[in-house]
């Protein structure tokens, strides 16, 4: 069983995604009371017509989900447009705070959405004590799918023949490894030149930001969902995707415990391997600088 924590945009299009995948059965939980419950049945009585079999059952009880296999936490505030996602560590971190100290599994593994990620990922590490290759936050997998997509859409190819990489925080110091993108294992300095590459990677960095200025009551949801959902069906399935999430970093790169995007094996126990890629100096100093002002906002805090 799944267990979704915050039942709004990410939360419900997650459910819905993993029930048309099949993955497994899901359980919806919301602070507004009914919320769950509601946008449950309303997806339960979409499968005759979608043909899921999937249960996706909603509560308004919070112990209901936190015993599951599984526990994605998408609930929290969404920044608006002009705003940073580290403007919302101090309003999100409380809710993170509050479900960190009740999990009651040892085996549970967290995929955490809530913004800003990378800090939050490393915040329910410490005070839920689970292992670090348990928890997962949703950040470089996400940037490298829109990559993808953007390099596909230039390209004119399918968006399947396109791989990407991109590691570190989910913010605009995110570091995008060229020399693992490609379309079909060909590098992309074949098909582009270094100025229009830098072009696409600069919206790539932007990509979160123009939904919300075109939104401007929602952040995105429909590209993070079909990432979580990913992700989850890397751990239940035991398929051992290779996706960039974010966990507490053990001495990669002489960063230790803060949380940052990474390639790793994703199978049913997690993380299962980190991949550690060829950086350049510029490029681990990036990540050393990002891991350094997670570790100060997450002093502050304590
Ligand atoms: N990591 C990423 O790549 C990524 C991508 C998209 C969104 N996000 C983040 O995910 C979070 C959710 O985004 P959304 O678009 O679904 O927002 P939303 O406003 O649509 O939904 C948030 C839900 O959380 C619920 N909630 C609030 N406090 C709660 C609590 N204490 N317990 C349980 N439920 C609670 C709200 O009632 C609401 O239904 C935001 O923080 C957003 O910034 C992250």
Request: charged share 25%; with cysteine.
């Amino acid at each position: 069983m799944i267990g979704i924590i915050g039942s709004g945009n990410v939360g419900a299009n997650t459910a819905f995604f993993l029930a048309e995948k099949g993955v497994d059965d899901v359980m919806l939980y919301d602070i507004r009371k009914g919320t769950a419950k509601g946008k449950a049945l309303d997806m339960m009585e979409a499968a005759p017509i979608r043909g899921y079999r999937t249960q996706i059952s909603g509560t308004d009880r919070p112990e209901d989900v936190l015993g599951c296999d599984i526990i994605i936490i998408t609930a929290g505030a969404v920044r608006k447009p002009g705003m940073t996602r580290d403007a919302l560590f101090w309003e999100n971190k409380k809710i993170i705070d509050v479900y960190a100290s009740k999990i009651t599994g040892s085996d549970t593994k967290v995929i955490i959405v809530t913004e800003p990620v990378d800090f939050l990922t490393t915040v329910f590490a410490r005070i839920s004590g689970l292992p670090a290759n348990q928890i997962m936050g949703i950040g470089g997998v996400l940037d490298a799918t829109r990559l993808r997509f953007l390099i596909a859409e230039e390209l004119k190819v399918s968006t399947e023949n396109v791989s990407a990489q991109v590691i570190g925080r989910h913010m605009d110091d995110m570091i995008i490894l060229k020399d693992y993108c490609s379309v079909s294992g060909i590098s992309l300095d074949n098909f582009l030149s270094s100025d229009r590459m830098e072009e696409i990677f600069e919206k790539t960095r932007q990509a979160g930001n123009l939904i919300v200025d075109l939104a401007r009551l929602a952040g995105a949801y429909y590209g993070p969902s079909a990432v979580v959902a990913e992700v989850a069906e890397a751990i239940c399935h035991d398929t051992g995707r290779l996706l960039s999430v974010s966990h507490v970093l053990s001495g990669v790169f002489e960063i230790s415990d803060v949380a940052l995007s990474l390639p790793c094996v994703i199978n049913k126990t997690g993380i299962s391997r980190v991949i550690q890629p060829r950086l350049k100096d510029s490029q681990i100093k990036t990540l050393k600088k990002s891991a350094d002002l997670i570790a100060k906002t997450i002093k502050e805090a304590d």
